[in-house]
């Protein structure tokens, strides 16, 4: 989230879609992609707990309870690093397959990261059965300086790690033109 009021100033994190109080009661944005408390959320907040959290939870019940793994993916760090010859953009998305992952330039200067998991997981005895299901969702956007070549853009994924390369174009140096002096 951007820091810098919006103007004429260059500002590349400021298309950032994050909003930290999306989805709770007093929040600025619309829905929330986190899950809401469930009964069995509410059942075990009743009981106080060793941190102090299980009467905050009582009193704010609305608030949303977040896995430290989907907020982790909620909130997907992504780095930029500026070099000689290009921005490099290196974003951690930990368990991700190169097919969830998503990298977009709209109107030819802003870069779009985006992913998206859907996660199940099935347990089955002879007494019971249990499934769970989560999902997260993340979107990142930067506004890429005039010196980006948009049209030359690489993305690679390694070990959870997705770099993202765009070059930039070489300093022009200024046209020097030689001028007869007469007289």
């Known amino acids: 989230m951007s ?11 400021s298309l950032d879609l994050w909003d930290p109080f999306d989805g709770f009661p007093f929040g600025s944005g619309g829905s929330s992609s986190f899950p ?52 490099v953009f ?16 709209e109107d030819g200067n802003v870069l779009q990261i985006s992913g998206e ?5 099935e347990e089955k005895t002879d007494t019971w059965h249990r499934v769970e299901r989560s999902s997260g969702k993340f979107l990142r956007r930067f506004r890429l300086p005039e010196d980006a070549k948009a049209d030359q ?12 390369t765009v070059p930039k174009e070489g ?7 030689s001028i007869q002096i007469s007289g």
């Open 36 to 87: 809401r408390t469930t009964s069995s959320d509410t059942a075990s907040s009743a009981h106080p707990s060793p941190s102090g959290l299980g009467a905050t939870r009582s009193l704010f019940p609305s608030f949303p309870r977040i896995s430290s793994e989907s907020a982790a993916f909620a909130g997907a760090r992504i780095d930029w690093k500026e070099t000689p010859e290009a921005h």
């Open 171 to 177: 300093a022009k140096k200024p046209e020097v033109k």
């Open 3 to 13: 820091l810098i009021p919006r103007g004429n100033a260059f500002d590349p994190f």
């Open 117 to 121: 998991r859907n996660k199940e997981r």
């Open 153 to 164: 853009i690489k993305a690679a994924m390694d070990n959870g790690v997705l770099t993202v």
């Open 90 to 105: 290196k974003a951690d998305v930990p368990g991700l397959k190169k097919e969830e992952v998503k990298v977009e330039v």
